[in-house]
């Protein structure tokens, strides 16, 4: 028995001098929606390319579904370092860079070509950059695509249905700007709190993309939708400073990477859900109307004020240079 242990004890003390404990790091990833959105998917992909790269020396924990609370919270996360990585939309993004809010201007993008040549090109990618000046590091823009309104008192054919309607915006100055001047009284709200608000009545509506209204099931609290396509307030990919201080020059290329794989799963869902999002939503028993092209303009038309304020506070030429974009 003695003799056993003896050996016992001297194969464990082999196998512990054979195998070197690994350091790993933890990569704790926060995003609002479920795994099976185009942030998980997103999110999955980012990892997917750091395990196949990086030998194992991180480990990622997923927090979907807003599991580290609201986007503005984990944000924050990133900037004291308590949260190594996340996918947030633009909503509170101009509360930290204001500049970036211009990619928020309704009927700004044409078409999801336009926004991803614009964000993937030099506008988009100085944009990225000023985030290192406040403690962020944002690696790429993702996308979530045009927004559309949903509602539960009725769809919308021009801006005088927008009347005192209570919609929950994100917590985005440039949305609420233009929500008031088309006479609807937009009610900001952390994303957390969304879902209880319809279901309790105290909103009537909300507008997100199909990638979103599809994957968060808003059809369960929403019966209207109107296929607005006012906005397409892009999403981003960030890690936070201290994390990537830490980090060697190899792994931040294998990040970077992770993260331009998390672009490309990320538009792939959203190519996907364009396609036949409108068919699921229909099929779940939600009224679903489309803007016409002169309903658009009417609504253009209405948010005059509104871009009059967007031209005090963004730069004209590269509000230009963004329309220009081929
Ligand atoms: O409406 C929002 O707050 C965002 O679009 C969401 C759903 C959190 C995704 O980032």
């Known amino acids: 028995m003695k003799r056993f242990n003896v050996?016992?004890?001297?194969?464990?003390a082999a196998s512990l001098v054979a195998a070197p404990v690994l350091a790993q790091t933890e990569v704790k990833i926060g995003y609002a929606l479920a795994p099976n959105s185009?942030?998980?998917a997103a999110a999955d992909a980012w990892q997917a390319t750091v395990d196949a790269e990086a030998e194992g020396r991180f480990v990622f924990r997923h927090f979907p579904s807003s599991g580290l609370g609201g986007e503005r919270e984990v944000i924050e996360g990133l900037q004291i370092g308590t949260v190594e990585a996340t996918i947030v939309s633009s909503g509170t993004l101009a509360n930290f860079v204001p500049e970036a809010g211009v990619f928020d201007i309704p009927f700004l993008f044409r078409d999801l070509a336009h926004a991803r040549t614009?964000?993937?090109?030099p506008i988009g990618q100085d944009m990225l950059a000023r985030f290192d000046d406040v403690g962020l590091v944002a690696l790429a823009w993702g996308e979530q695509g045009f927004r559309h309104i949903t509602s539960n008192r009725g769809t919308i054919e021009g801006p005088g249905d927008m009347a005192g309607l209570r919609l929950r915006t994100m917590e985005n100055p440039i949305h609420i700007t233009a929500f008031q001047t088309l006479g609807a009284a937009p009610t900001p709200m952390a994303w957390p709190e969304v879902i209880g608000a319809l279901q309790q009545g105290t909103i009537d509506g909300q507008e997100n993309p199909l990638s979103v209204i599809v994957s968060a099931n808003l059809s369960d609290v929403q019966r209207h939708l109107t296929l607005s396509g006012?906005?397409?307030s892009p999403a981003m990919l960030l890690v936070s400073r201290p994390f990537w201080e830490g980090l060697s020059e190899e792994d931040r290329e294998i990040f970077a990477r992770g993260a331009a794989e998390g672009v490309r799963a990320m538009r792939g869902f959203v190519d996907a859900v364009e396609e036949d999002g409108v068919e699921t939503l229909r099929a779940r028993g939600m009224e679903i109307g489309t803007l016409s092209a002169e309903q658009r303009a009417a609504f253009q038309e209405a948010l005059a004020p509104a871009y009059e304020s967007y031209y005090r506070q963004y730069d004209r030429a590269l509000i230009d240079a963004i329309i220009a974009t081929e």
């Open 118 to 121: 614009v964000l993937d090109g």
């Open 230 to 232: 006012h906005v397409y």
């Open 7 to 12: 050996r016992v004890a001297l194969a464990t």
């Open 38 to 40: 185009h942030y998980g």
